[in-house]
């Protein structure tokens, strides 16, 4: 099963909102990514974690703040966020074996609308 | 550095035509090259892969080989259907791992 999933499918919220973007996977993989795919383009690296840690932070705005509870879940949280972040929001996840040459599984993704 | 260059689109082809994409890229040491597919409104799905040199990844009619000598890792199936209507991403993950480099995308459209 190379199975990653996410919820909500789609989210609507105000700037002022609190909301949380989840993501699942359950194929024992220890690197879980957070990408941001804007139309017609290709997804955007946000955040890795490798074993539950922070690995790469790609300069993203203190609005989006990753959490990763255990090494099947990972979430983003997101709050005071711009109309510019509207944008379908991807998870993915890799064995996460350093040195070896990772395949990336990916979800079917959050379509967020910022109102 | 790393990156991926891909052939630019929109491509629109009739039923049953040969397609093929342009994919090379530059990375240093022995990365692993992928293509993905991302169908109206989905996330992106692995389509194939080739890990070293001169693999063939093959999948659901499509097939890639990985050429160092020409950097290139071209999609091509023999005849595409309206079902293969979607964007194509190329990518590379490099020998760290960690990271993905993807290309710009590819937008198919199969009309019948």
């Known amino acids: 099963d190379t199975e990653v999933t996410q919820t909500p499918k789609h989210l609507v919220m105000g700037m002022t909102n609190k909301k949380s973007l989840k993501c699942e996977q359950h194929?024992?993989?220890?690197?879980m990514y957070w990408y941001k795919q804007k139309a017609k383009k290709p997804p955007e690296l946000m955040f890795v974690?490798?074993?539950?840690?922070?690995?790469i932070n790609e300069s993203v705005p203190s609005r989006f703040s990753p959490e990763c509870p255990n090494s099947s879940l990972l979430n983003l949280h997101l709050h005071a966020l711009q109309p510019e972040d509207s944008a379908l929001y991807l998870c993915?996840?890799?064995?996460?074996?350093?040195?070896?040459?990772?395949?990336?599984?990916f979800g079917p993704g959050t379509r967020l609308l910022v109102l | 550095g790393n990156s991926v260059t891909q052939m630019e689109g929109p491509v629109t082809l009739s039923e049953e035509a040969f397609l093929t994409i342009n994919c090379t890229y530059t990375?240093?040491?022995?990365?692993?090259l992928f293509w993905y597919v991302q169908y109206p409104g989905e996330g992106l799905q692995l389509l194939l892969k080739?890990?070293?040199?001169?693999d063939k990844g093959s999948n659901k009619g499509f097939e890639a080989t990985y050429r160092k000598e020409t950097t290139s890792f071209h999609l091509e199936k023999g005849s595409v259907q309206v079902s293969d209507s979607a964007v194509y991403f190329c990518?590379?993950?490099?020998?760290?791992?960690?990271?993905?480099?993807f290309g710009t995308g590819t937008s198919l459209t199969v009309i019948p």
């Open positions: 194929m024992g993989h220890r690197a």
């Open positions: 990375a240093t040491g022995y990365p692993s």
């Open positions: 080739a890990t070293k040199a001169d």
């Open positions: 974690y490798s074993y539950e840690k922070l690995s």
């Open positions: 993915a996840s890799s064995q996460g074996s350093s040195g070896r040459r990772e395949t990336q599984y």
């Open positions: 990518a590379l993950s490099d020998q760290a791992g960690n990271q993905f480099y």
